[in-house]
């Protein structure tokens, strides 16, 4: 158990619809970073937040958005979804933004869009 | 996209034996890290190399990195069925954020 959760475990939506998901970092993580995993991309960082504040974006699309609040938990904000954003979603946590910082992965988030 | 490529793609073996999977890298790096995942389920961080080191180990894991060809490679030694999972590089480079660009990966099977 890496001590980051996430939920839901898995979600099943249909095209054209929103979703979140919600991630906690693991206690005294100020940073939290977004990957996804998905068969033809294989694992693409999507963006990370540190201490509440945006520090990096890499391929996210412009239909997703994210947030880390007070708390330092994150959500992941997916909308006009598309058969294509069926993917496994991962949050990671590290300690602060230092390249040597171990990133630590929940368990994710399986996105099916029908 | 993916900082690289990860060789073999797939690799299978019998308990008991040593496992050698090669990761190529594209652009200069802050440090390289090895994740393992089971099936579809989170990553699990092995070991980390950094940019000015050649090898480390850690248990069964034995980790080199040659920067000059931008390559690395993890070598499990004695080999447990319970090893068998997909095995990821992953590199940092020196830019803030500290994001982490994936390769492919190896998948695992080793036969009991």
């Known amino acids: 158990d890496s001590g980051v959760t996430q939920t839901p475990k898995h979600l099943i939506t249909a095209t054209g619809q929103r979703v979140t998901l919600r991630c906690s970092p693991r206690s005294g993580d100020l940073s939290v970073y977004w990957y996804q995993q998905s068969l033809d991309q294989g694992l693409q960082f999507l963006i990370q937040y540190y201490n509440g504040e945006e520090r990096a974006k890499g391929n996210i699309l412009e239909r997703f958005s994210a947030q880390q609040f007070p708390d330092l938990h994150s959500e992941l904000n997916l909308s006009s979804l598309e058969l294509g954003d069926s993917a496994l979603y991962f949050c990671?946590?590290?300690?602060?933004?230092?390249?040597?910082?171990?990133?630590?992965f929940g368990p994710g988030t399986r996105l099916t869009v029908l | 996209s993916q900082q690289g490529e990860e060789d073999p793609q797939a690799l299978s073996i019998q308990e008991g034996e040593n496992a050698t999977m090669n990761c190529s890298y594209k652009t200069s790096i802050n440090n390289l890290q090895w994740y393992r995942q089971n099936s579809g389920r989170g990553l699990v961080h092995l070991i980390l190399i950094r940019s000015n080191e050649r090898e480390k180990h850690s248990g069964r894991l034995r980790v080199t990195l040659d920067t000059s060809k931008k390559s690395s490679s993890l070598l499990i030694t004695a080999s447990r069925a319970a090893d068998t999972a997909s095995y990821f590089c992953a590199t940092a480079g020196s830019n803030a954020g500290n994001m982490l660009t994936f390769g492919g990966g190896t998948r695992l099977m080793v036969k009991p």
């Open positions: 990671a946590s590290s300690v602060g933004l230092a390249a040597g910082d171990t990133q630590y």
